[in-house]
């Protein structure tokens, strides 16, 4: 199937530093999606993108969807301690047979110092 | 409260015996899916139905089976688990749109080991 590579695997960073994070993919997406899993919880979709070349916001969290439609990051500022957890991209392919499927990335996972 | 509901939560079992992970969402969602969560690969795709009677294969099928008689109902079948089927697994659903299916409410996971 197709893949995702998302990077970096892990970070470790102090609070009130910022943050960033990407994922790329060899093949074309119609839909980037970012998602967040907290410790023994499923994960929990923090922002979506529909549009080449889309930026959204959410609070302090800022995301882009890459002109390409094969990329995508996530900005993370002023990092406190409850962002800690495992960040997840994923991409969605354009309808026909895969309609349906969403390929995952990897994760990364932040860990933040107080 | 909307939520996705996943049982069991965790489970032992051993090579052979066969097991079903129920999944139930009360949101009227047309789509659901499952997926299996393993140390560096991240979510993998097993299965996803579009709605009742509809059902496809993801990435990683090999090993499972599906149904989805009933709109809020998704359970995943191993008919006969092997080690390599340890994992947490989680089931989502969303709604079916012309966004697509990506934003999905997922359930809280199963961590099943076989032995």
């Known amino acids: 199937g197709q893949q995702l590579n998302q990077s970096p695997q892990s970070m470790f960073i102090q609070e009130g530093e910022d943050v960033s994070m990407n994922c790329t993919s060899s093949s074309i997406f119609n839909t980037w999606l970012w998602y967040k899993q907290d410790p023994g919880e499923g994960p929990v979709l923090l922002i979506a993108l529909y549009k080449a070349g889309e930026l959204t916001s959410n609070g302090r969290l800022t995301a882009q969807f890459g002109i390409t439609r094969k990329d995508s990051f996530l900005n993370i500022s002023a990092s406190i301690p409850s962002d800690v957890g495992i960040y997840f991209c994923?991409?969605?392919?354009?309808?026909?047979?895969?309609?349906?499927?969403?390929?995952f990335g990897q994760g990364t996972i932040l860990t933040v110092h107080p | 409260e909307a939520q996705v509901t996943q049982n069991p939560r965790y489970l032992i079992t051993v090579t052979g015996k066969k097991l079903t992970v129920t999944c139930s969402q009360n949101m009227n969602h047309e789509y659901m899916s499952w997926y299996r969560q393993d140390p560096g690969l991240g979510l993998r795709q097993i299965y996803y139905s579009m709605n009742v009677e509809v059902t496809d294969k993801g990435d990683v099928p090999e090993g499972y089976k599906v149904s989805r008689k009933e709109k809020r109902n998704f359970p995943l079948i191993l008919e006969s688990p092997s080690p390599n089927q340890t994992s947490l697994y989680f089931c989502?659903?969303?709604?079916?749109?012309?966004?697509?299916?990506?934003?999905?409410?997922f359930g809280e996971g199963s961590r099943l080991t076989v032995l």
């Open positions: 994923a991409g969605q392919p354009a309808g026909g047979t895969s309609y349906g499927k969403l390929t």
């Open positions: 989502a659903s969303s709604l079916l749109s012309q966004r697509g299916t990506g934003e999905l409410f």
